[in-house]
């Protein structure tokens, strides 16, 4: 068989193996679109409408029946429809006795209702067995393949054989289900697609604000201060040097506070003597957005590498480069080298090449695809032991740039430090802290903390 025949097989429906029958509620966009999966993944599917008349939308090997008779003819119902449509269901109460009712719908706001959807329908109709499930996978993805959208669908529900059923139609449409339950979790299932990057909020306003405050801080002192004592304009530094001066400072920042959090849940396990009470929420907070604050620290340090990749087609730097030059060439002399200074600058690149290198694995091993495919030793390895080796050459990559300035009097306008000594400020004190965590005497209890051991008992009740 060539290959071109093969691919028409897969997009058939399998004949030969033919699945049982589905009833889908609703010929808008997602019924059509449910229904036209199903048929190539070979369930039969049964449309129940209001108007039995064939559509060219349908797809061609469904079948159009009024709500009742198409209800007789399966045992798994499809409701995709709306809530507010939901009243011409208790009619059909009787007819819907026992069988499996998929709640899809989804709200136009969080927590629209007092109860979710799903759980309205089971009011409606108690002896059907209700089940969330699909209101997270869009049409436009199950007409494309799902290739381009998120393959998990949330499944919770009260029967255990019921949602196990709709779990098999999952997995049959190449879909990945995931159980969150009974049917209590049905309101944070459909609260979830109404959440614009829910973990984000937090890393994004939080670079954002610092953001902001490096750059003024940076204006004021290598701009304004510039303009005001010495009467010389420096304001195309805001293009590219100010924010190249801020972006390595917030990339190693934010992947300083990834770890912090891990240091102070090690302090307060220390200090309780036990592993089982809970962390304060904001840490708890904290600790669920470390993804979020580390890729975005890799997006800094990624434009702080771009940024300096085109600082030499600054006309500003080719300016002062040929005024060296003919300085030199005017004075009949040349500078030698000094090897102090390209031991300096070859140890700061290096560092910033290592450091970057492994910023990146970390972002790469981050990633669903890749993370799903290590197991958990070599996921921690990677995220905590070669994470802290980042930091470490990030730190001294910033320390051997800027080291020259922290004893000297003129980095310090207006009695206000350099930028770079304040961005070194959160990743030395970690560095330190888990020095002395790693230490025998001090690892030893931690590790017996978090193996279980307490201090005192009575916490773990």
């Known amino acids: 068989m060539n290959k071109n025949s093969s691919n028409i097989m897969a997009l058939a429906p399998n004949t030969s193996n033919k699945r049982e029958t589905v009833c889908i509620f609703g010929t808008g966009d997602f019924g059509r679109a449910l229904g036209h999966k199903m048929i190539q993944s070979g369930y039969s599917v049964v449309y129940g409408s209001r108007s039995t008349q064939i559509s060219n939308l349908i797809p061609k090997d469904a079948e159009v029946l009024g709500h009742a008779e198409a209800a007789q003819k399966a045992s798994i119902i499809i409701i995709a429809i709306q809530r507010q449509h939901y009243n011409f269901l208790t009619p059909l109460a009787e007819i819907l006795h026992g069988k499996v ?5 989804n709200n136009l706001k969080l927590n629209q209702y007092p109860e979710s959807n799903a759980e309205y329908l089971a009011q409606l109709l108690p002896g059907s067995k209700v089940v969330k499930a699909f209101n997270t996978v869009s049409a436009w993805a199950l007409q494309s393949g799902t290739l381009d959208a998120s393959r998990q669908v949330f499944v919770c529900g009260d029967d255990v054989e019921a949602k196990q059923m709709v779990m098999n139609i999952v997995r049959a449409l190449g879909l990945t289900p995931l159980d969150k339950g009974s049917l209590l979790a049905a309101q944070e299932i459909e609260n979830y697609p109404l959440q614009l990057f829910p973990m984000w909020k937090f890393p994004m306003f939080l670079s954002l604000g610092l953001t902001i405050f490096f750059f003024i801080y940076c204006l004021v002192l290598e701009v304004i201060y510039t303009y005001i004592y010495e009467k010389n304009d420096l304001s195309f530094y805001i293009a590219i040097t100010i924010p190249n001066r801020v972006c390595p400072v917030m990339a190693l920042i934010l992947l300083a506070l990834v770890y912090l959090p891990g240091i102070f849940a090690a302090i307060i396990q220390l200090y309780r003597g036990t592993k089982y009470r809970r962390f304060p929420d904001w840490l708890d907070r904290w600790m669920l957005c470390r993804k ?10 990624s434009l702080h590498v771009l940024y300096t990749l085109v600082s030499p087609l600054r006309a500003y730097v080719r300016w002062r480069t040929s005024t060296g030059i003919i300085s030199q060439a005017l004075n009949n002399q040349t500078e030698p080298l000094d090897h102090t200074n390209a031991w300096l600058s070859d140890s700061y690149l290096a560092l910033g090449v290592l450091g970057y290198f492994l910023f990146v694995l970390l972002g790469i091993t981050s990633l669903p695809s890749v993370s799903n495919n290590v197991n958990w030793r070599e996921f921690r390895f990677v995220q905590s ?19 020259k300035w922290f004893l000297n009097p003129l980095a310090y306008k207006w009695y206000l430090p350099d930028i770079y000594i304040l961005s070194l400020v959160i990743p030395c004190a970690i560095l330190v802290v888990k020095f ?3 230490l025998p005497c001090v690892d030893k209890p931690l590790t017996q903390i978090r193996q279980g051991w307490e201090r005192n008992p009575k916490y773990s009740e």
Not at 101 to 105: G, W
Not at 292 to 301: N, P
């Open 101 to 105: 009712l998929v709640d899809i719908s």
């Open 292 to 301: 979020q604050l580390g890729l975005i620290a890799l997006a800094f340090a």
């Open 385 to 403: 032991k070669l994470g802290y080796l980042a930091l470490i050459f990030c730190t001294a990559h910033t320390m051997v740039y800027g080291g």
């Open 436 to 438: 002395v965590l790693i």
